[in-house]
């Protein structure tokens, strides 16, 4: 090509980029107040806008080689369209996701800021938006890889094959990617069975942890100690498990004392009514302290339990009874602490007393006259 069809190129990638960054401009310094997207729109298409105007300046300034044949050579001409028409597939694809993107981000703000956590509606609406735009993302990509494919002549040739084949070819994926698509449905299946949100705290393989992420294959589920349980979709769907904010975050608290049978019921159903009543962490609802066991071993199970709005404040408010009625017991009632009794019997008046029968044995540590036991032993096994 000639150094002037490499200008024009020049000056059409400039001026589409230069109308892509005042569109930015207004968005962000006019629109920015009285349009809220604008911002969302600014953010999410900094590089997409771009690449997706410098390649639209490319493609509309390229010559046309039936004008001109001598001045462009047909199979570079044809080389770089192909590219060029590549590459527009594949920059307006990510600028499509990228406003897609920002269109749900201010849903997804929204509702995180105007409903707070503790709102289970707002959580479920999440949940299935980020899942949406996912599975929406997905058959974008994979639509504009079938439409870069179908701009090879190989491919295009085969087209009809494939479309007379697509019977049997989706037989066959179907059973290759079994697990996939089960996890596909099973993820679509709890976001609108409501079943499972984002934010939801859940007990899966004993493991206390929040719903952080959840996607088309896995759910991650942060732990309290700040690890990351990663778990199938589908066995969400097919064993059972814990969900503490199904249907709200209020919870109960529950403390089991293993106590002795002098320990005063009413002074402690007291004490604990005290703490409960003053506690920042009790919702005031409800709460109670019953002996509701006694063990095998002799102990009375004294179970405290209060209601508290949340998980957080059901862990403190916990500890916190735990901790105080252990140190007011130990400080009033220490005969009411957990403790063994060994019953000692005194013999049958037929049969002799050990010390009578054996009275200079080994085992005892000094006679009364002070000697001590001959060093050979018991003499009554003799």
């Known amino acids: 090509m000639s150094v002037q069809q490499w200008i024009t190129i020049g000056v059409a990638v400039a001026v589409a980029v230069l109308l892509v960054f005042a569109t930015r401009w207004v968005l962000k310094h006019?629109?920015?107040?009285?349009?809220r997207?604008?911002?969302y729109l600014v953010s999410r298409t900094t590089y997409t806008a771009y690449g997706a105007a410098a390649v639209l300046g490319v493609n509309l300034a390229l010559p046309n080689p039936g004008n001109d044949p001598g001045e462009v050579d047909w199979s570079t001409f044809r080389t770089i369209d192909h590219a060029m028409s590549i590459l527009m597939i594949a920059t307006l694809t990510a600028l499509g996701i990228s406003l897609a993107y920002a269109a749900t981000d201010m849903i997804l703000a929204r509702l995180s800021t105007a409903n707070g956590d503790a709102d289970r509606k707002a959580r479920r609406l999440q949940t299935q938006v980020r899942l949406l735009r996912r599975v929406i993302t997905s058959i974008i990509v994979v639509l504009a890889i079938a439409a870069i494919l179908f701009t090879f002549d190989e491919v295009r040739a085969l087209g009809a094959g494939l479309l007379a084949s697509a019977g049997v070819i989706g037989?066959?994926?179907g059973v290759a990617a079994q697990s996939?698509?089960?996890?596909?449905?099973?993820?679509?299946?709890l976001t609108f069975s409501d079943a499972l949100r984002i934010g939801d705290v859940v007990v899966v393989e004993g493991e206390w942890g929040r719903v952080e992420e959840l996607s088309l294959v896995n759910v991650t589920i942060k732990i309290w100690d700040e690890r990351r349980l990663v778990v199938p979709v589908a066995n969400f769907t097919t064993t059972s498990f814990e969900n503490w904010t199904k249907q709200s975050t209020a919870i109960t608290a529950k403390v089991m004392l293993p106590l002795d049978w002098e320990v005063p019921i009413d002074e402690l159903r007291e004490e604990t009514g005290r703490l409960v009543t003053s506690s920042k962490h009790w919702d005031g609802r409800s709460w109670s302290c019953q002996v509701v066991d006694i063990t095998e071993t002799g102990d009375v199970m004294v179970r405290v339990v209060a209601t508290a709005a949340d998980t957080g404040n059901q862990w403190d408010i916990a500890c916190q009874i735990r901790e105080h009625l252990i140190g007011w017991l130990v400080a009033n009632y220490p005969e009411s602490l957990p403790r063994d009794r060994t019953q000692f019997l005194a013999a049958d008046e037929s049969e002799a007393s050990y010390?009578?029968?054996f009275p200079t044995s080994a085992f005892r540590r000094r006679e009364p006259n002070g000697v001590s036991g001959p060093p050979g032993g018991d003499p009554g096994e003799v």
């Open 30 to 35: 006019k629109l920015g107040r009285v349009w």
């Open 37 to 39: 997207v604008s911002r």
């Open 171 to 173: 037989i066959v994926a």
């Open 180 to 189: 996939t698509l089960s996890n596909l449905f099973a993820g679509l299946q």
């Open 355 to 357: 010390a009578s029968r």
